[in-house]
């Protein structure tokens, strides 16, 4: 099956179309979204994604994350891959978004602009083995401390949004 993105500019104006894994081939700026849900306790539950994916392989990241195809909203492509990835629905708030750009051991390159999600659930898991090895909750202070002392068990697009979101949080609720 081949997957299209939404090629963007800087300010997250539509300029095109590509297949995904060309777009990871040749590093081209494309949309993307991280979805982030915390339960009642203030954890954020994690995904370590599973073993056959094509980039970051095994290494924990955010709830989920994707890209929106080509026409579709990007809060409703947040809760389409929520659904298909964790096998829940929640509401979802945009909270921000920034670009990244990493080079992977096997020659493909993310390049994107992140589009981040945050949510609150409390229910059933049901994960997509296809996608989701293991997944668990944890607060975001031990989190941070991990990726401080482990920070090649994570992926490279969480490492940029999960501080950006806790210092996002730190300043609300100083306010």
């Not at 909270?95 to 981040?116: C, P, Q, R, S």
């Not at 941070?144 to 609720?173: C, D, G, V």
Request: proline content about 4%; glycine content about 6%.
């Amino acid at each position: 099956m081949h997957t299209e993105v939404i090629l963007v500019n800087e300010h997250d104006e539509e300029i095109g179309v590509m297949e995904k894994l060309e777009a990871h081939q040749k590093g081209m700026l494309h949309r993307a979204f991280s979805v982030f849900v915390f339960n009642k306790k203030g954890e954020l539950l994690l995904q370590q994604r599973a073993s056959g994916k094509y980039h970051s392989a095994e290494l924990w990241t955010n709830t989920c994350c994707s890209h929106p195809s080509p026409g579709e909203d990007i809060s409703q492509a947040a809760q389409r891959r929520l659904r298909e990835e964790m096998g829940f629905n929640t509401s979802l708030d945009h909270a921000f978004h920034f670009i990244y750009k990493t080079d992977f051991e096997n020659g493909l390159m993310e390049h994107e602009l992140d589009h981040v999600f945050i949510g609150q659930y409390d229910g059933p898991i049901e994960p997509n083995t296809d996608e989701v090895k293991d997944f668990c909750f944890m607060k975001v202070p031990a989190i941070l401390e991990s990726m401080e002392q482990r920070p090649l068990k994570y992926t490279s697009w969480f490492k940029i949004a999960l501080p950006r979101l806790a210092n996002s949080f730190a300043s609300s609720a100083v306010q």
